[in-house]
């Protein structure tokens, strides 16, 4: 299988259906994948082909619900649509909130179904592609000396060279020769830049 | 010590108010001394002490008294401490926690507005008696209604002080109608005067005089009988053993009884009884009794008395049974004077008079004879007695033998020669009339019974001259007197042996004698029953009506039979038949009445529970609208009630002598006759004759349906048939609206069922539509292509047949469910039953996470049901079942259901949850109507799936499971 391309995983317990809306997602051009129950899916995954999940909420063992809440956990969020045949309120709002992309009732018209898959494929799409520039930008933060990141986390708050070398001990100019090496291992040209990259990485100014 | 323990003699310290011997108080501790020391079981010791302060004041200068009464009973353990009257009883109240603690006291005399029973104390109890005052003053003025001045006796104590403020309120309502007259202010010597000197239409109440205005004490009724004598008007008082000393009489306060029931208390406190505990209702005046010489010393009419009064002191004396005799003698005596005076003076009819006085002597003679009339003259100075021949011959004296008072005395029994002698003595000295019974012994040395009565007469200077006497032989009377002694010591005998209860009574109404049978039923003593005793024993509902039926009966001198409630020795009530039969001597003289009692306690109550039981049949009879009709063997109506108008039309006299087909619808005709020919010449019925169900035709040719049962009877050679026929139309018909209800509330429930299955339901519908229209758009998809994958096509197509049949099956399920209907009996298959439930609660099972099984035995025999109605009970267990798990963790939330058989050929399904359980006395009641645990449950779940279940012969139960949770079992009876 084409690692780019992405795969519709359908899990429903109800066979008809289940072989039913595999056969319409392929009929639409999408790589379709079934699984039985929850149990099975998870047994199963393939964390790294993009795609979504397409689950019905009631299901014998762990319920579409279940199954959104484990993959909230993983690394590598797959978004969710529900497609099932009687959605009560509070159920819902519980699974929009936890992050559904689309919450279904059967049966359900091809659009619709469409323009979810749709949405939630690109939805998978921009979150890997954030991840693996983060992925990227943490890799170069792992040049860093511990005494680089120190001086980071200072130059990041703001201070100047002299105070950050009375507050680590050293020389304004050990301080000079350790940003000139961190800008050039991050790939930066100015502090500007460096502050945006450390918060993209979630480093904490110095107070 | 031990020896000790057992008490020996109990003590009893008696406390007077005022002294021994002052009334009323000192009257009740005498019969209380005298019955307590006859019932106690070990002898008594009476210890008494007079509170002699009481006089003068009540509550100062007491010290001194107290320290005599420690004195007294130093180291004497008393058993029970009992105060006479008010004054006594309050001094006790004061001291006996420092004189006598832990002794028992019962106050005794006092009426019950000085003693009041909040006021006791611990370990103490009373015996109070009632004054009825104003009662008092209604029976002067009954007696005596001209009475316009009432003089009240009254003393001057603390006590009469209290008594006078009580007076003076109680009599209020009676001022205007009468004048009161206090005379507490007065010394005894100024109230005799007073009352000696009473205006006209005046009465005396003797109230009380224990202290007079000048401090003197007046002891027992010595006061009483002094003012008797000298006042000039009736007197009145309160208390019965003042009768007889000169009060005329009223409702009085019976004393010895007082005495006796304080007695009675006490033995009960010293055999153990606690004081504290016994609760006594104060002692009333009893039924009114009257003296009979002062009604007839005031003139006062008997009829003046109110009803039930009883006369006492009514004297049965000589000279009132032979006053005739006597009359009759002087009469004689008189006539043959006047007739000596006649021949004296008229010579000329001398001969006539001599003739006369023959006969008048012969009269005499023979009026003696009768009689056995004496007369006779002592000349006391002289000392010679003269007597008639007749009183010769009576004594056996010589006709012209002198007789001295000895010679006479002489002639006399020797028992009775000194209380003669006295008898004459004690004549001489207070004058007047005398009389006197004696015994002579006669030459023969037989003896006859004499009684005589006479007078003394006096010269100026009241020295006695002459004795004169009539006497008279009342040998034959003594000999009756002592034969009836006799009798009645022999009727005793057999009176008391009798199983019955046996009463007498005199001609005063009052009774005289009660069996051993009588008493020992109530338990009473004789001297309590006496007179009218007896009625307070009377249950008080049948009291009045007792009397009543006795005194009518007794005035008529006729028979009676009563029955009544008696208390028994136990206190309980008990039915008497008293028959009662008025007693006559041989001459016809009324002497009474005698009665005879049984108890009837039992029969009464079985006459109870029968009239009960008729009146039962009585309202059914009438109400009964059951045709009861008889015919002959040749089914011709020989009677038939008139119920028959209300259930076929007809009246009776219609009917009668018609055959009995007229009642029946045609096709039924044949049938009877054909039934009866063959019963009567074979004895073979056609059918039961019990409670068989038949169709009848009304008068207007409406068939109505009938429940009838048949009996025959045989009158000589004739052979009738009874038959009772019930028209059970209406019943039949409300039978049918009950089964149309119960059809109609099974389909409410299975609509409610429904709407809770309906999530379920949605999503078991949407799933095949779902995957149907998935289908058609993908089959789109695909036909847009230049080369369509047929097989793919037809795959589809496939799955969208089997969907639609899936969405018809979910809806087909529901339409059952749905529909109104009615029971529809088929042969069903347990296992498919089961199966479709479970389908049905699948998706609810699903989102409860309940875990559903089932364990259905293999080969089970097919039962015979209504599917849809089976499955509805099923569905209603098991969606239950869920409801029960819900407070569960979802990994025990399993609901088992099972088939199985039974051992007696039925087939048992069961739905066992590990819930909660059912509270114990819901086992039962969760399959009443309404009963519901769940918040939003309508109740009628369970009760639909009983009726269901009974309704097709099973039976539905619940248990609790031993591992927790509940079991819902039912049968279902195999095809």
């Known amino acids: 299988m084409n690692s780019t391309q992405p795969i519709v995983r359908v899990v429903d317990d109800d066979a008809s259906f289940r072989s039913a809306i595999s056969r319409l997602l392929r009929a639409g051009g999408y790589a379709v994948q079934t699984f039985t129950s929850a149990a099975e899916f998870l047994e199963r995954l393939d964390p790294h082909t993009p795609g979504c999940v397409l689950a019905d909420l009631r299901m014998p063992g762990q319920s579409g619900l279940d199954l959104q809440a484990l993959l909230a956990k993983a690394d590598n969020p797959t978004p969710v649509i529900f497609l099932t045949g009687h959605g009560d309120i509070p159920t819902t709002v519980r699974a929009m909130r936890q992050g559904a992309v689309d919450f279904l009732t059967k049966p359900v018209q091809k659009q619709k179904l469409f323009d979810s898959v749709k949405r939630a494929l690109a939805r998978n799409a921009r979150e890997r592609e954030q991840r693996a520039h983060l992925r990227a930008l943490g890799d170069r933060l792992d040049t860093l000396t511990p005494r680089e990141r120190e001086v980071v986390a200072h130059v990041v708050s703001g201070k100047l060279n002299k105070q950050i070398a009375a507050d680590l001990g050293t020389t304004e100019r050990t301080i000079k020769a350790h940003r000139a090496g961190i800008m050039k291992k991050l790939a930066v040209q100015s502090v500007a830049e460096l502050v945006r990259l450390a918060q993209e990485l979630g480093i904490q100014p110095v107070p | ?975």
């Open chain 2, 1 to 975: 010590m031990s020896a000790a323990e057992a008490p020996q003699v109990r003590r009893v310290l008696i406390l007077h108010s005022f002294g021994r011997d002052f009334a009323p108080f000192s009257a009740v501790a005498s019969h209380f001394r005298t019955e307590l020391a006859r019932q106690s079981p070990v002898p008594v010791e009476f210890s008494e002490a007079s509170l002699e302060t009481a006089r003068v004041t009540e509550g100062e200068s007491e010290r001194p008294f107290v320290e005599y009464l420690r004195a007294l009973l130093a180291n004497r353990k008393l058993d029970l401490v009992a105060p006479f009257g008010a004054p006594a009883a309050h001094f006790m109240q004061r001291y006996r926690a420092r004189l006598f603690p832990g002794t028992p006291m019962l106050i005794g005399g006092a009426d019950q507005r000085r003693v009041r029973d909040e006021n006791l104390g611990a370990n103490s109890t009373s015996v109070t008696m009632r004054l009825e005052l104003s009662a008092i003053v209604e029976n002067i003025l009954r007696v005596l209604p001209g009475t316009k001045n009432i003089a009240v006796v009254l003393g001057n104590s603390p006590l009469e002080k209290f008594w006078l403020a009580e007076l003076r309120r109680e009599f209020q309502p009676f001022t205007g109608r009468v004048n009161f007259v206090w005379l507490n202010e007065l010394s005894f010597e100024e109230m005799r005067k007073r009352l000696a000197a009473l205006q006209p239409n005046s009465a005396i109440l003797y109230a009380a005089l224990v202290v007079d205005a000048a401090g003197v004490p007046h002891q027992q009724e010595r006061a009483l009988q002094v003012l008797h004598t000298e006042s000039n008007a009736p007197i009145f008082g309160a208390f019965d053993n003042q009768l007889g000393e000169g009060i005329v009489g009223g409702a009085l306060i019976p004393i010895q009884k007082a005495g006796f029931e304080t007695a009675r208390v006490a033995n009960g406190i010293m055999n153990g009884e606690s004081a504290g505990s016994i609760r006594t209702p104060p002692l009333g005046p009893g039924a009114p009794v009257y003296d009979w010489r002062e009604l007839k010393r005031w003139g006062i009419s008997e009829s003046r008395l109110p009803p039930g009064s009883t006369v006492r002191f009514k004297p049965q004396s000589v000279w009132e049974q032979y006053r005739w005799y006597i009359i009759g003698a002087l009469t004689i005596i008189l006539v043959q004077a006047v007739l000596i005076g006649g021949f004296v003076f008229q010579r000329a009819r001398r001969r006539q008079a001599q003739a006369e006085l023959s006969e008048s002597e012969e009269r005499m003679s023979l009026a003696a004879d009768v009689g056995r009339l004496g007369l006779w003259m002592w000349d006391v100075a002289r000392d010679e007695i003269w007597v008639t021949q007749e009183d010769r011959a009576l004594f056996s004296w010589g006709e012209s033998e002198a007789i001295s008072l000895d010679r006479f005395i002489e002639t006399l029994h020797p028992d009775d020669r000194e209380p003669t002698r006295e008898a004459v003595h004690r004549a001489l000295e207070s004058g007047g009339d005398y009389r006197f019974e004696y015994r002579v012994v006669l030459s023969d040395g037989s003896m006859r019974w004499i009684a005589a009565r006479g007078r003394v007469e006096y010269d100026a200077r009241r020295k006695p001259i002459h004795m004169r006497s009539v006497s008279l032989d009342i040998t034959d009377r003594k000999r009756a007197e002592e034969a009836l002694r006799e009798s009645e010591a022999r009727f005793r005998v057999v009176a008391n042996t009798a199983p019955v209860m046996i009463w007498m009574s005199g001609t005063d109404k009052l009774c005289t004698f009660f069996n051993k049978g009588w008493i020992d039923f109530t338990g009473r003593a004789m001297e309590q029953e006496l007179g009218n005793g007896w009625a307070e024993g009377v249950h008080r509902e049948d009291l009045d009506r007792c009397l009543e039926v006795y005194i009518n009966s007794f005035d008529a001198r006729q028979e009676f039979a009563m029955e009544y409630r008696l208390r028994r020795f136990d206190g309980e009530y008990c039915w008497i038949l008293d028959s009662g039969v008025p007693r006559f001597e041989s001459n016809g003289t009324f002497l009474g009445y005698i009665g005879s009692c049984i108890d009837i306690t039992e029969r009464k109550r079985a006459e109870e529970v029968l009239r009960q039981s008729e009146e039962r049949y009585r309202t059914l009879a009438e109400t009964a609208t059951d045709v009861i009709v008889t015919m002959d063997q040749n089914s011709t109506i020989l009677f038939v009630n008139s119920a028959v108008a209300r259930v076929f039309g007809y009246s009776s006299s219609e009917l009668v002598g018609r055959k009995i087909t007229a009642l029946m619808p045609e096709p039924l005709r044949q049938r009877h006759e054909e039934g009866m020919r063959r019963y009567l010449e074979t004895g073979v019925k056609l059918l039961s004759w019990d409670a068989v169900s038949f169709s009848g035709l009304h008068k207007s040719g409406r068939e109505i349906s009938l429940e009838i049962s048949f009996a025959e009877s045989r009158v000589g050679e004739r052979r009738l048939f009874t038959g009772i026929m019930r028209d059970v139309t209406e019943r039949l018909q409300a039978e049918l609206e009950a089964a149309r209800q119960r059809a109609e509330l099974a389909h409410i429930a299975r609509v409610s069922t429904m709407g809770e299955l309906a999530t379920s339901l949605a999503h078991e519908l949407n799933q095949p539509l779902g995957a149907i229209l998935s289908n058609a758009e993908a089959a789109e998809l695909f036909l847009e292509n230049d080369q369509p994958d047929l097989r793919e096509l037809r795959a589809i197509l496939a799955d969208i047949r089997k969907d639609d049949q899936r969405a018809a099956d979910v809806i087909r399920r529901m339409r059952a469910l749905l529909s109104r209907r009615e029971l529809e009996l088929k042969v069903v298959a347990v296992e498919e039953l089961i199966e479709e439930a479970v389908a049905m609660t699948k998706p609810d099972a699903l989102v409860r996470q309940v875990k559903v099984e089932t364990e259905v035995a293999s080969n089970l025999p097919r039962v015979r049901g209504d599917r849809v109605h089976l499955e509805q009970v099923l569905l209603n267990l098991m969606l239950n079942g869920m409801d029960s798990l819900n407070g569960c963790p979802a990994e025990q939330r399993r609901l088992v259901v099972r088939a199985d058989r039974t051992g007696d050929g039925t087939v048992e399904l069961s739905v066992r949850d590990c819930g909660h359980g059912i509270p114990a006395d819901g086992l039962t009641k969760v399959f009443e109507p309404f009963y519901s645990t769940k918040a939003k449950g309508m109740g009628m779940g369970l009760a639909i799936s009983r009726t269901i279940v009974e309704a097709h012969g099973g039976r539905i139960w619940a248990e609790n499971n031993p591992d927790g949770g509940a079991t819902f079992r039912f049968t279902l009876l195999t095809a």
